[in-house]
């Protein structure tokens, strides 16, 4: 069902909207203004009843141009074809239809003037139609668009790009793309509003389809199997903005509103006073994204955003996230499902605080109002150059009117919980990377509470959980200083948060011990008994040593069946190996040698480093198990966030250096080696005799007779003195 345009959403005016905008936020007014351009158009005569598109030029495919009265038509011979405009503009009795071969055929029509494109009257088409203007493009109000697809932006995309079938859009011009007509996509197409600037104040249809409202430089797009438009912004631009004050419907399929920045110091902003609609259609999940640069972007969320299933198996999914997230207090959110599971709301923030003064960004109480019908994921891990903190200010109390629905708050920093926070039929889970400090009460009834901290968890306020599971797990020590009361637990997988029954209590998740240096569970001396009433409790703690266990019963009173058990923690003992750009670890026992316990390799088992990198480091394995005697007074430290796995540390060393060659020795001076004379037979009679004679100055003469014929080679003989 098409919602009624919203009443406190008149149609606005391209002024009123302006003035609106620079009302509610004067921090905004320099890029909220419409660019000049596109505010002359208003007043020239672009807007005349006769102005129709000019000076078109076929540059690329087949296509035929006819104008004929009130009418343009565009016939397109090919699948692909590329269009140069001395300008593109339809007035308000005016009517251009592109005839296309069919749903894929693409016709690109790009403004070479100076104009911008002002849309006041009709455009048709049976296939999908991409304007570029860098002047900007204004649907104006009145304007009836009714295609198979449809791009309007500042961008340009090149020639070969366009026929390769590369879209990829660069260079947004200065212009803005402003929607304040009817723009409908067909048989599950798209609508795509591409700029430095974007804003919708009309209506944008897409059902089955895709509605995307792109603030940026760069953009690349492509169609995903499912029908559904993928969009990637390539590059930012400066101060960036995407707003919505009207109404967006794309049942059963995508909407999304992003802006991105062009550097670290540049703001992106995305809005949105109107209304969103994506609900579950025909079994497909309808998914909202409002999404500013991580890390200096803001999301003002207000209006209406809508994911819900009111005849689907499951709710959809709706997304906001900046480097600051902001959330109106009228602000409504719906991700329920009637005969299904309850969709997910995830705000992404690099810090976030529920609250009510100045700066906070979001209140309790609204806080509360939306976990009626929605699971909320408060997200601050990738936080940048924020601490990646959330901060509970204002109590949080709520009933779910349908499934439970769940709180998670996921942080790469603390959770303070500083305000109580009470559920009934609902959840809470906390997964944090450094401590959560529990400073005021938490209360569930028909739901669980998961406390996970990557260091401490820190229990100052009272805990209590009825008819739900209760698990607080710490990387290094779980601190009790408060009251501790849970009675029956549940295995109900709506409302166990996939938690054991009963009480957890784990310390050591890293797996950095043995010993209680790496973690354990402790009771502060005056912190009141725990109360557990017929539910399992399980603690699982570093001791002081394996031969003198801690003994936790005297900090509890148990009732009604409920029992204790607890568990030495044991950590895996890897084999020494050096660096060789793998992670793989080879586990061979255990840290310590506990008597009457060892560890079991399954036929799957699997163990890895978290770097290939000389040093210690953590080592994650699964398919192992513990054997022994007493191995039921063990337990392998695992962790509580996400799958259950072991841990352990490890050292890998640095890698032998490498001996170096040999130095290069120069190439030894080989003499020449003279052949030994061969002495051969000869049948022919020798030659005469010959005697040798040396003469020196004024000495004796001496005969030296020849050698032997045909024997050795013979040097003549230094001269011979008595």
């Not at 039921?632 to 050292?651: D, I, K, R, S, W």
Request: hydrophobic share 40%.
């Amino acid at each position: 069902m098409i919602l009624p345009y919203p009443r406190r959403f008149t149609r606005p005016t391209m002024e009123s909207a302006m003035n609106n905008s620079i009302a509610s936020s004067p921090t905004r007014f320099a890029v909220s203004t419409l660019s000049a351009a596109l505010l002359l158009a208003l007043a020239t005569p672009a807007l005349a009843q006769s102005t129709a598109p000019t000076g078109g030029q076929v540059a690329a495919g087949e296509a035929g141009i006819v104008h004929s009265g009130n009418q343009t038509t565009i016939t397109q011979g090919s699948d692909l074809a590329i269009i140069n405009w001395q300008s593109f503009s339809i007035g308000a009795d005016q009517t251009v239809v592109f005839q296309q071969p069919g749903a894929s055929s693409i016709a690109l029509n790009r403004v070479v003037g100076a104009d911008p494109s002002v849309i006041m009257g009709t455009l048709t088409s049976n296939g999908q139609v991409f304007l570029v203007n860098p002047n900007g493009v204004l649907f104006g109000n009145g304007a009836s668009v009714s295609v198979g697809g449809l791009v309007a932006t500042t961008m340009n995309l090149g020639d070969a790009d366009f026929l390769a079938g590369n879209l990829r859009f660069t260079d947004a011009g200065s212009g803005d793309v402003v929607n304040e007509g009817s723009l409908q996509a067909n048989n599950g197409g798209y609508v795509a509003l591409m700029g430095r600037n974007v804003r919708n104040d009309g209506v944008i249809l897409a059902q089955l389809g895709s509605v995307a409202l792109v603030g940026g430089e760069a953009v690349t797009i492509d169609v995903a199997g499912d029908g559904l438009l993928n969009v990637s912004v390539t590059q930012g631009a400066v101060n960036a903005l995407v707003e919505n004050g009207g109404l967006i419907q794309a049942d059963g399929g995508r909407v999304l509103l992003t802006a991105q920045a062009a550097g670290t110091l540049l703001n992106t902003v995305v809005n949105n006073t109107g209304v969103i609609q994506a609900q579950t259609l025909e079994n497909r999940e309808g998914t909202i994204r409002l999404l500013a640069d991580v890390a200096t972007g803001t999301v003002n969320a207000g209006g209406v955003l809508d994911a819900s299933a009111p005849t689907a198996g499951a709710g959809g999914f709706i997304e906001t996230s900046a480097a600051n997230v902001n959330i109106g207090a009228g602000l409504l959110v719906s991700t329920a499902a009637a005969n299904g599971s309850t969709g997910t709301w995830r705000i992404g923030s690099q810090d976030f605080t529920i609250g009510s003064a100045d700066g906070d960004n979001i209140a309790g109480t609204t806080l509360s109002a939306q976990l009626v019908t929605n699971n909320i994921t408060i997200d601050t891990t990738g936080s940048g150059t924020g601490s990646g903190s959330i901060f509970v200010n204002d109590a949080v109390s709520w009933t779910a009117s349908g499934a439970p629905t769940t709180l998670s708050l996921v942080a790469d920093g603390n959770v303070e919980i500083n305000a109580a926070i009470t559920a009934t039929h609902g959840n809470l889970s906390v997964c944090c990377g450094q401590d959560i400090n529990v400073n005021a009460a938490i209360t569930t009834t028909n739901g669980s509470v998961l406390l996970a901290a990557g260091r401490d968890v820190n229990q100052f306020a009272d805990i209590t959980v009825t008819d739900g599971n209760l698990a607080m797990c710490a990387a290094n020590d779980v601190n009790i200083d408060g009251a501790i009361t849970v009675t029956r637990g549940t295995d109900d997988p709506t409302r166990s948060l996939g938690l054991s029954r009963g009480l957890t209590l784990r310390a050591d998740t890293d797996g950095t011990g043995p010993g209680v240096e790496g973690g354990t569970v402790r009771f502060a001396p005056l912190a009141p008994q725990a109360t557990v009433t017929a539910a399992p409790v399980a603690i699982f703690y570093n001791p002081e040593s394996y031969t003198a266990p801690t003994d936790y019963s005297t900090h509890f009173t148990l009732t009604e069946g409920a029992a204790l058990s607890s568990y030495m923690l044991v950590f895996a003992r890897a084999v020494g190996r050096e660096a060789d750009g793998t992670t793989t670890a080879i586990l061979d026992g255990l840290k310590g040698d506990p008597n009457g316990v060892s560890l079991v390799a399954g036929p799957n088992a699997v163990a890895n480093y978290a770097s290939a990198e000389a040093g210690t480091h953590g080592i994650t394995y699964s398919g192992y198990t513990l054997g022994g005697a007493d191995a039921g007074l063990y337990a392998l430290a695992e962790n509580c966030c996400g799958p259950v796995t072991a841990h352990t540390t490890g050292t890998i060393a640095a890698a032998a250096p490498t001996p170096p060659p040999p130095p290069l020795l120069p190439a030894p001076i080989v003499s020449p080696v003279l052949a030994p004379a061969t002495l051969v037979a000869v049948s022919q009679p020798p030659p005469p005799a010959t005697m040798l004679t040396v003469v020196p100055a004024e000495e004796e003469v001496h005969e030296v007779p020849e050698a032997p014929p045909y024997a050795a080679p013979v040097r003549a003989p230094k001269p011979y003195r008595n």
